[in-house]
Each structure stands twice: as structure tokens, then as C-alpha cells.
């Protein structure tokens, strides 16, 4: 932590990068890491590969999140909430040339990549990270930092449900708070409406899910189809894969999501990115890092190329282990 506080201290042009396709945390702790560089009066450019979905535009500051970043230098890369590099998306190869990366991270499967890391596994979130690194810089959390803290550990804790949920997540809201924080007001945002195509797509989701011959194991699917015919962006798949999860006597669920480019028809190869939740008990981390993913040990995910009759069975065979 010193080195990190003395090296940002003395940087002059910081990026600071979270992962794609953002969720909560990612958006949160990005916001408060620069709103907390800008008070010390840093230099700081914020990026996302992916637009910052809508119910996290009520956060100060998303205008100032750019998924551009043209030929600008720095001295210094600030990675939040990426258990890989790669998650950052297609930045990785101009980050690289940065001379110094920070890795900032709570994932199990974060392996260390960067030059300084600050890597705590029980974290409940990166924001809970960010919150004591901002502490030791001395920087004063105002309204603005707070909510942003404040949504990254609501969110990661899934609304201090899931078993990341540890004593600092409601020691931090609580100060958030204090602060100014109106935890009413940002559960309308980040939970409160729906949009139609949403509810439109929770349908075809339920409607898809799939149980194992044993019951352990649910698998739901959605196509790229689905999210045209709705009219919905994959931001507003978040969630959805807690259905199938909460159904009695399932330890594991898996979400196959289509890429993008997906044409939909089930015989040709895709491209897939598969979220997997268990119930606590089995190591869904472990599952997705033998695919090449990784995560949490009750959330993780990993993208593979493969026909979807076949990356169904893959994922039907795990049951047998449960
Ligand atoms: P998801 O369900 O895709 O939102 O991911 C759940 C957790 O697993 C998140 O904490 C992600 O950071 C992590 N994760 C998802 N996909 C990958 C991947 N391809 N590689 C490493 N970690 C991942
Ligand atoms: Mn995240
Ligand atoms: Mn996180």
C-alpha cells in the first residue's frame, strides 16, 4: 500500500481502467479512484472499454469516463476490479506500454499481473479497496466519492446478500452515510425501474432455464436474438442468472450468453461468454479458471468458442461432480 500511495503520488498522467462490460464496483470504484486523483490534483483519465450502463449514470462524474483515449501518455495504469489484464478489453496492448501498472483487485484468481499490486481476496469489493487507499491518501471522501463507494459494495454484495458481505461493507456504508449517502435514492436507481424490454428479456431468460438430471445444476441461456427482439443492451442480462441459481436444491448455475456477433443458429460455432453462481458450497472460480476464466468462488465466468449443443453438455457433465 505505502509504495502504491508514494508512486501515485508522485505520477503525473494517470489512467485508470476497469473492466468491460462494467458492472457496479467496476463503475463505482473507477469514479471514486478519480475523483480521489483529481483532489490530489493528478492528472487523471478515466476509461471503459464499454458504455456505462444506465442505471449507473446517476454517479457524479460518468461523463468524464471515455472509452477513447487517442495519443495521449501516461505515466502510470491504475487497474480496478480485473482479475486478468485482458479484461480490460481490446486498451490491453496500449496499457502494456505504460511503465508502471497498479493492479487494484478482490478476485481469487487474480494472479498478480502489473508491477504493484494491492490484492485482498476478502475485500468484499474493489470499492472497499479503493475506500482505504483513498483514506491513506489523505483525500476527503465528499459527497460524490461516497456514493460512488457506496454502489461499487452495494452492488459486488448484491444488496449485502451474497457471501462477500463482511463486516467493512457495512462499517464503509455506514460512513458513506454519514457522508451524505441516501441509500433510498440509490437503490431507486440502481434497482428501482425496469425498462420493459428488461422484463421482456427475464422472460425469455426463465423461460429458457434448464435443469440436470439431478437438480444440482441450472443453465440458462440467452441469444443474441433475444436481446434484439427486446430491444435490450447485455447490461441488462446483470442479474437475471440469480433466478436460475435460487432454484431449491440447485448448488451451481450457468448463464450462456451469446457473443455479440452471434448468429444465433445452434449448430454453428459461436462465440460465448458463460457467467457461473453456486450456492456457496462448490468452487465456481476453480470451474471457470479449467475454461480459461476465472472469478470469485461463488461468482466467476469465462468466454469459449464452441457450438452451443456442445457447451451445454460441457456444462450438464459438471452436475455429475455435484
Ligand atoms: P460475470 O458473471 O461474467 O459477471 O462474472 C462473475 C465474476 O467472474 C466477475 O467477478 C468477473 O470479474 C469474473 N469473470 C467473468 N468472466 C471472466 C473471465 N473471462 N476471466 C476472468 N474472470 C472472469
Ligand atoms: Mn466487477
Ligand atoms: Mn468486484
Do not use: W
Not at 15 to 34: E, R
Not at 118 to 134: F, G, K, N, P, Q
Not at 212 to 239: A, C, F, H, W
Not at 260 to 274: A, F, I, L, R
Amino acid at each position: 500500500m505505502d509504495k502504491i500511495i508514494s508512486h501515485l503520488q508522485n505520477s503525473k498522467s494517470i489512467l485508470v481502467v476497469s473492466h468491460a462490460n462494467p458492472d457496479g464496483d467496476a463503475i463505482g470504484s473507477l469514479i471514486a479512484m478519480g475523483l480521489a486523483l483529481k483532489a490530489i490534483s493528478k492528472k487523471t483519465t478515466l476509461y471503459n472499454e464499454s458504455p456505462i450502463p444506465a442505471v449507473y449514470r446517476f454517479l457524479p462524474a460518468v461523463n468524464s469516463v471515455v472509452r477513447e483515449v487517442g495519443n495521449q501518455t501516461f505515466d502510470t495504469a491504475v487497474i480496478l476490479d480485473c482479475g486478468a489484464l485482458d479484461r480490460i478489453g481490446e486498451a490491453v496492448s496500449m496499457v502494456r506500454r505504460i511503465p508502471v501498472i497498479i493492479n487494484i483487485d478482490h478476485h481469487v484468481t487474480n494472479a498478480g499481473f502489473g508491477d504493484l499490486q494491492l490484492i485482498d481476496t476478502s475485500a468484499c469489493a474493489t470499492a472497499e479497496i479503493v475506500y482505504r487507499l483513498i483514506k491513506q491518501l489523505s483525500v476527503s471522501i465528499d459527497e460524490n466519492i461516497a456514493a460512488s463507494i457506496y454502489t461499487g459494495i452495494l452492488t459486488d454484495t448484491g444488496s449485502f446478500r451474497f457471501s462477500n458481505t463482511n463486516k467493512a461493507a457495512f462499517a464503509i456504508c455506514e460512513e458513506m452515510v454519514t457522508l451524505g449517502v441516501d441509500p433510498y435514492k440509490i437503490a431507486q436507481r440502481v434497482y428501482g425501474t425496469y425498462s420493459l424490454g428488461r422484463i421482456k428479456l427475464l422472460n425469455l431468460a426463465l423461460d429458457s432455464i434448464e435443469i440436470s438430471y439431478n437438480g444440482r445444476l441450472s443453465i440458462m441461456t440467452l441469444s443474441q436474438d433475444m436481446l434484439n427482439k427486446t430491444r435490450t443492451q447485455p447490461e441488462d442480462v446483470d442479474g437475471l442468472i440469480n433466478y436460475a441459481r435460487r432454484i431449491e436444491d440447485v448448488k451451481v448455475a450457468a448463464l450462456i450468453q451469446e457473443h455479440q456477433n452471434g448468429d444465433g443458429t445452434s449448430e454453428t460455432c459461436g462465440n460465448y461468454h458463460v457467467s457461473l453462481r453456486s450456492d456457496g458450497t462448490i468452487d465456481v472460480a476453480e470451474i471457470a479458471s479449467s475454461f480459461g476464466g476465472g472469478g470469485h468462488s461463488s461468482a466467476a465466468g469465462f468466454n469459449i468458442e464452441s457450438t452451443l449443443p456442445d457447451l451445454k453438455l460441457k456444462i450438464f457433465n459438471l452436475a455429475e461432480r455435484l
